[in-house]
């Protein structure tokens, strides 16, 4: 049941007696500052994409007051975060970081442990602290979203600087970054695009990873490995500290741009598109993810509802679909291929020549000029987000349900058609069980593909939640089965997800837990995110 009306008192974590709740927000109060402290005491309001909430999954799965926050504290410094960290431990309180919440799909801003106390970084920690036009990179805060860069590198005139974004640009790149998400520019891979870290450890001391632990450096963005151990990647997709700035590396201007389309006719032939993919993007001549969604969303991304298109229960029939396509410009037809090009003209009429004959070997292809598209098509976001150009064009499909959410399914395969024909048909199976639409892309990163599916449903309808809920377990047991795994997931599936990795009797989590109980001996930091979980909580029947 929605919680529509204010409430006096918080939700507190499990075990914690109100006197110290109090007791402990006074404290902090005084440390940082009343008005940047906030007790989550108001309705909770899932809004939506531009105004989501910092308390909760706008998108819940369960439940909406499963994932709650007891309160929200709003550092300005590094020097704050490190107070906070300090005075979660003398209370033994967890807490929980985000950076501008907007991780939609995997959970959005809610904490794993109820009542935990949310870190929101993103509204005074939004610093852009270099840009720097020579080595194309720059320092930034977690309050920096991916518009905030784009506006900021334009109003200085850097035009020859790209950045790389998301399919929504309203996220932060720190954010995006640490969990470990993509774009869709030759830079997608944003851990890899991105040099240095500055890090809070639970217990409060403050590092800088890479070339920053040298005092005087001028290579901190430039050169992300320094001296020893390689650290960075054990502060991304887990909860052994609190990032608080970020380098990253932008990639110049190629010297031109240019999406193309080409849809292909049957749903079965989705195999030998992978397999025509395959080559071309490990050759390079594809330089970006290379993108293969299923009609169904050229439908849903007209904004109307499912039940303008089809009353029936369960998935839409494919010829349904099709019939629907048929009208739409990109024709009768079951995928549709976005891609883009780089470089200048001569250099990217060379490639799409290439790609344009790959892609005719498959039977039914049929390549649309980007000319006979209305400029209102979908195709012109695609190809500004393949250009680094922010957008929003993407949240179209929520309106395919009342209260439409979304969750991903994001498992990893290697790009062959006998794969991707597996996760499809896993996919498949699990929403016709669980009577949902499945929305299905292959994204093609180099020699990893992520069969992502979003899953659309209905957050208002207790019936359509705990379909998709068990959809996601279904597709993440069946596609282990087949040694699949997934690169990233919802909070509330990690436990699952983490189980799924455990070669040698759980050897990984087993060194994942050490890290945690050493780093953070008190537990308070992000508990059982990704499915990590502190001594305290181990074993304690936390693990869903
Ligand atoms: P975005 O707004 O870009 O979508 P979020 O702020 O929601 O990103 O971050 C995604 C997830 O990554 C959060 O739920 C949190 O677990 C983790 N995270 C975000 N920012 C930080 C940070 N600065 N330090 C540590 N973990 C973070």
Redesign the pocket.
């Known amino acids: 049941v929605p919680r529509t009306e204010n409430v006096e008192l918080p939700i507190i974590p499990t075990g914690y007696s109100r006197s110290r709740f109090n007791s402990a927000i006074e404290a902090i109060e005084l440390l940082i500052g009343r008005q940047n402290v906030e007790l989550n005491v108001k309705p909770l309001v899932d809004g939506w994409y531009l105004e989501h909430p910092n308390t909760h999954d706008a998108f819940h799965l369960v439940e909406q007051e499963e994932l709650v926050s007891s309160a929200t504290v709003y550092p300005a410094s590094t020097e704050e975060v490190v107070h906070i960290v300090k005075w979660a431990n003398q209370y033994e309180i967890p807490i ?8 939609l799909g ?4 809610a904490p794993r442990v109820r009542g935990s106390v949310i870190v929101d ?2 509204k005074r920690m939004t610093k852009i602290l270099d840009i720097d036009p020579d080595t194309c990179t720059c320092l930034l805060e ?1 309050g920096v979203s991916f518009y905030a860069l784009y506006e900021e590198i334009q109003s200085r005139g850097h035009k020859h600087l790209w950045i790389d974004v998301p399919d929504l640009g309203g ?2 790149v ?3 970054t ?2 470990r ?1 993509v774009g869709y520019t030759p830079y997608g891979n944003h851990y890899e695009a991105h040099s240095g870290m500055e890090v809070v450890l639970p217990t409060g001391e403050v590092i800088r990873t890479g070339m920053g632990a040298l005092p005087g450096n001028n290579t901190w963005q430039i050169f992300p490995y320094g001296f020893g151990p390689y650290a960075d990647g054990i ?1 991304t997709q887990s909860n052994f ?4 700035k970020i380098g990253m590396t932008l990639m110049p201007n190629p010297g031109g741009s240019e999406g193309f389309m080409c849809t292909f006719k049957e749903e079965e032939d989705l195999a030998k598109i992978v397999e025509v993919i395959r080559p071309l993007r490990i050759r390079n001549i594809l330089e970006n993810v290379a993108q293969l969604k299923h009609v169904v969303q050229e439908v849903a991304l007209l904004g109307k509802p499912r039940s303008h298109w089809y009353k029936g229960k369960g998935a839409v029939p494919l010829e349904r679909l099709r019939e629907i396509a048929s009208t739409l410009p990109c024709g009768d037809c079951s995928w549709v291929y976005y891609g883009n090009v780089y470089g200048p003209k001569e250099h990217r009429d060379e490639k799409l020549k290439i790609t344009r004959e790959a892609f005719e070997t498959v039977p039914g292809a049929r390549w649309i000029p980007r000319e006979s598209l209305p400029r209102d098509h979908y195709f012109f976001s695609r190809e500004n987000i393949a250009s680094g150009v922010p957008e929003f064009e993407e949240l179209r499909w929520l309106n395919w349900h009342e209260n439409g959410s979304h969750v991903f399914f994001s498992p990893v395969s290697a790009p062959r058609g006998e794969d991707a024909l597996k996760l499809f048909n896993i996919a498949k199976k699990w929403h016709q069980e669980c009577e949902l639409d499945s929305f299905p892309a292959c994204c093609v990163g180099l020699r990893e593909m992520y069969f992502i599916v979003n899953m659309v449903y209905d957050r208002g309808d207790p019936v359509s939640k705990a379909n998709a809920y068990r959809c996601m377990r279904g597709m993440i047991a069946d596609a282990a089965a087949e040694g699949f795994g997934e690169y990233r997931t919802h909070l509330l599936l990690a436990d699952q997800v983490a189980g799924t990795y455990s070669w040698n009797n759980n050897a990984l989590m087993q060194f994942h837990n050490t890290i945690k109980d050493s780093l953070d001996p008190n537990g308070i930091l ?1 508990p059982g ?1 990704n499915g990590i979980w502190p001594k305290k909580y181990r074993n304690k029947s936390w693990e869903l």
């Open positions: 929980y970081p985000i950076s501008m919440g907007r991780n995997y959970g959005g801003a970084l993103g977690p996220g932060s720190l954010g995006n640490v969990d998400g502060f500290g609190i990032v608080t992000a995110r």
